[in-house]
């Protein structure tokens, strides 16, 4: 299973659309899972043409994205159990809430987004991972997005795509 994961697109604002290395992988995909900060129902429109959507809700999206999706989900894919949440709130670093939103659950893999910082380590026998943004990179060196690689009683495969023009 092939599936990608964003977070904080801010479009349009941001950009009018997806990057052209983002839509190569799109094309590929066969779930995308979007972090939040979407800020757009349009987004979501647009991803549901390359595959199936799924995500949570960020602190700058619309009514849409709080009306139809939620702060936390636990996915189940191929075996594994896999946390999103957008990690907005006040308090904490980022990554910390992120983590504090699954303490009692069981998850290999922690998916987030807001700060926009890409990262990808280990912590406490899981997987924590920030794609980054495929459109506005902040202080970053490269726009990034994530790709997950999942299969039936095979470990986790998740790195970032890291590009330079959007």
């Known amino acids: 299973m092939n599936v990608i994961i964003i977070s904080d697109t801010h479009m349009p604002r941001m950009a009018k659309q997806f990057p052209e290395v983002l839509e190569v992988e799109l094309r590929k995909a066969d779930l995308i899972i979007h972090a939040g900060d979407w ?3 349009q987004v979501y429109e647009e991803l549901t043409q390359f595959a199936p959507v799924t995500g949570v809700y960020g602190n700058v999206d619309e009514s849409f994205f709080y009306e139809n999706f939620q702060n936390k989900i636990i996915l189940d894919l191929k075996s594994h159990r896999i946390g999103v949440t957008h990690g907005h709130g006040k308090g904490k670093t980022t990554e910390k809430r992120a983590v504090d939103h699954f303490q009692d659950d069981e998850v290999e893999l ?19 991972f920030n794609p980054g943004s495929p459109t506005d990179k902040r202080k970053q060196s490269h726009y990034s997005f994530g790709k997950l690689t999942l299969q039936e009683g095979q470990p986790i495969h998740i790195n970032h795509i890291f590009f330079e023009k959007k």
């Not at 926009?116 to 899981?126: A, D, F, R, T, V």
């Open 110 to 128: 922690i998916l987030f987004g807001h700060s926009h910082i890409p990262l990808h380590k280990g912590y406490e026998g899981k997987i924590i």
């Open 39 to 41: 800020k757009t129902k």
